[in-house]
């Protein structure tokens, strides 16, 4: 039962700007933190960034100052806008919703930075 599609990856050159979208069940969305988060090749997955329900962000490094994330409660969706990307944020992007004790993933996007 897919609960989390993303929407948004590919290519783009350093210096370049994206902006990802994952659309979340109702049922995992509404009244729980949203995030980012990214594996890198050879990497552990790592944090991005995290929204709560009432819209409350936070950043990890190293994206933290060329990264905004946003909720649109409407639309059961959740954005991150990247700029200023540099080949290393090359990963695979995956959001995901916090329930809990649980976390539900999307499938995940590659994001591909070329220098």
């Known amino acids: 039962q897919v609960q989390l599609v993303e929407a948004g990856g590919g290519l783009v050159q350093a210096g370049g700007s994206l902006k990802r979208a994952c659309v979340a069940a109702?049922?995992?969305?509404?009244?729980?933190?949203l995030g980012w988060s990214r594996r890198a090749p050879g990497k552990q997955r790592e944090l991005v960034a995290t929204?709560?329900?009432?819209?409350?962000?936070y950043y990890e490094e190293p994206m933290k100052g060329r990264i905004t994330i946003s909720r649109d409660n409407a639309k059961n969706t959740v954005y991150l806008q990247m700029n200023s990307l540099k080949p290393e944020d090359t990963a695979v992007y995956y959001c995901?919703?916090?329930?809990?004790?649980?976390?539900?993933w999307g499938q995940g996007t590659q994001v591909t930075v070329s220098a």
């Open positions: 995901a919703a916090y329930r809990a004790l649980d976390v539900y």
């Open positions: 109702g049922s995992i969305f509404s009244g729980n933190t």
């Open positions: 929204v709560t329900s009432g819209g409350s962000t």
